[in-house]
């Protein structure tokens, strides 16, 4: 995926006009499940409502597909997958304060994340995994998202929710830029201004991915605008 400069877009301009929509519907009290495909997707995506989740006291639970360890290639994986590791516990915190949110790894290989290679035993913990928070709602990243390991996360959230009778709630984080189809549910809108400054302390979190932490000439890095874009923005929500 070759990352956009500009913080533009067909799903940006629709959701310029799109309704907000509130806590009480996204995550209705009770258990709450997150399917994301690295750590940061959670916080960039959508850790305004998060921490109102976390506020409100609902049961959360994250199953992280992949350790991101391909961020910086250049770069020994266990050392990178360490480092964000904890980047990824002290956005939690910060989000979620009051109670440590459970993270289950699930460790599919960055950049190359599959529903089908789940089955079996692998399938069977996710789901009692899953089942412990008797869900109401799973949060996930699009499959707008121009990103397989996005999709992943997306299909095996889908299979989840389907599972456990949960409404299924996805977030668009590269999808969101550039010109492509807009997802047939309608966009909402969530802002908690309240909310605003624990986002950015949950992003500053994440110095591998931001900022000139690690010096590998082909790490991801995400450009500045983009940045601010995330943090600044509603977070962009859509059924299904
Ligand atoms: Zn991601």
Request: with cysteine; proline share 7%; charged share 20%.
């Amino acid at each position: 995926m070759s990352v956009p400069l500009a913080a533009e877009g067909s799903v940006l301009r629709a959701a310029a006009g799109a309704a907000t929509v509130e806590l009480a519907e996204l995550s209705p009290p009770g258990g709450l499940l997150l399917v994301m495909p690295h750590p940061d997707d959670e916080t960039l995506g959508c850790g305004q409502a998060l921490a109102a989740a976390a506020d409100a006291g609902r049961d959360i639970g994250l199953v992280l597909v992949t350790d991101g360890e391909g961020s910086h290639p250049g770069c020994h994986p266990g050392d990178i997958v360490g480092l964000r590791q904890a980047e990824l516990e002290a956005a939690l915190a910060v989000l979620s304060p009051g109670r440590a949110i459970a993270v289950l790894r699930l460790g599919l290989r960055d950049g190359h994340a599959r529903r089908d290679a789940l089955s079996g035993e692998r399938w069977q913990a996710l789901l009692g995994f899953a089942q412990s928070y008797d869900p109401r709602a799973v949060w996930t990243t699009s499959p707008l998202d121009p990103h397989c390991d996005h999709r992943a996360a997306h299909a095996i959230a889908h299979d989840l929710a389907e599972h456990c009778g949960a409404a299924l709630w996805s977030v668009p984080v590269w999808g969101r830029f550039g010109e492509r189809a807009l997802p047939e549910s309608e966009l909402r809108l969530f802002e908690a201004s309240a909310l605003a400054e624990r986002k950015r302390c949950a992003l500053a979190a994440y110095r591998s991915q931001f900022t000139e932490l690690i010096a590998d000439p082909e790490a991801f890095r995400m450009p500045k605008p983009l940045l601010a874009h995330f943090a600044a923005h509603p977070e962009i929500f859509h059924r299904g």
